[in-house]
T-cell receptor
Framework: KNEVEQSPQNLTAQEGEFITINCSYSVGISALHWLQQHPGGGIVSLFMLSSGKKKHGRLIATINIQEKHSSLHITASHPRDSAVYICAVSEGTGNQFYFGTGTSLTVIP | KAGVTQTPRYLIKTRGQQVTLSCSPISGHRSVSWYQQTPGQGLQFLFEYFSETQRNKGNFPGRFSGRQFSNSRSEMNVSTLELGDSALYLC????????????FGPGTRLTVL
């Protein structure tokens, strides 16, 4: 049983395209995290959200608590956005931390 | 402000040995959490420490242990290494435990031969 499901698993886009990555979860959460991992392993925390919507530059993250669903949007995608995007949730009181399997994004110039 | 640092960055061990990995959090962060990443299982949560106390623990055998010192630095120990322990081990720090936003270190890549 996967507590966090992401889709799509792989995504190829042309530079400039609008991209959406989806995340669904099955547990009660205190927060949802979107992470970015580049080749070589380094992970950057993009967003932490527990309700509504957050925006940072060309990145937008939304969450619907009732539907247990979150989306990460990238507007005007660029080759430097190529990375693995990982959704993770802190369960309830934060006693567990679950990860999705990641979405591998490739943006072609 | 310096980021999260992990030492060593690379490590090669043989089966049956033990290993200790170190993580220094961002100054002022009191929570340190550890994760294992493998190609087969992806990212998995190991445990989290806050103020020298283990707050949360993932589903790993007792061979995996950790501790946190009064300066918030943390160590992770794996005893009786198995081939399947080969992985990237990441630590992250945050102000508080639980659902706080984390800052990740670069990881320690452990290879068990």
């Amino acid at each position: 049983k996967n507590e966090v499901e992401q889709s799509p698993q792989n995504l190829t886009a042309q530079e400039g395209e609008f991209i959406t990555i989806n995340c669904s979860y099955s547990v009660g959460i205190s927060a949802l995290h979107w992470l970015q991992q580049h080749p070589g392993g380094g992970i950057v925390s993009l967003f932490m959200l527990s309700s509504g919507k957050k925006k940072h530059g060309r990145l937008i993250a939304t969450i619907n608590i009732q539907e247990k669903h979150s989306s990460l949007h990238i507007t005007a995608s660029h080759p430097r956005d190529s990375a693995v995007y990982i959704c993770a949730v802190s369960e309830g009181t934060g006693n567990q931390f679950y990860f999705g399997t990641g979405t591998s994004l490739t943006v072609i110039p | 402000k310096a980021g999260v640092t992990q030492t060593p960055r690379y490590l090669i061990k043989t089966r049956g040995q033990q290993v200790t990995l170190s993580c220094s959090p961002i100054s002022g962060h009191r929570s340190v959490s550890w994760y294992q990443q493998t190609p087969g299982q992806g990212l998995q949560f190991l445990f989290e420490y806050f103020s020298e106390t283990q707050r949360n623990k993932g589903n790993f055998p007792g061979r995996f242990s950790g501790r946190q010192f009064s300066n918030s630095r943390s160590e992770m120990n794996v005893s009786t290494l198995e081939l399947g322990d080969s992985a990237l081990y990441l630590c992250a720090s945050s102000f508080a435990s639980g659902g706080s936003q984390r800052s990740f270190g670069p990881g320690t890549r452990l290879t068990v031969l």
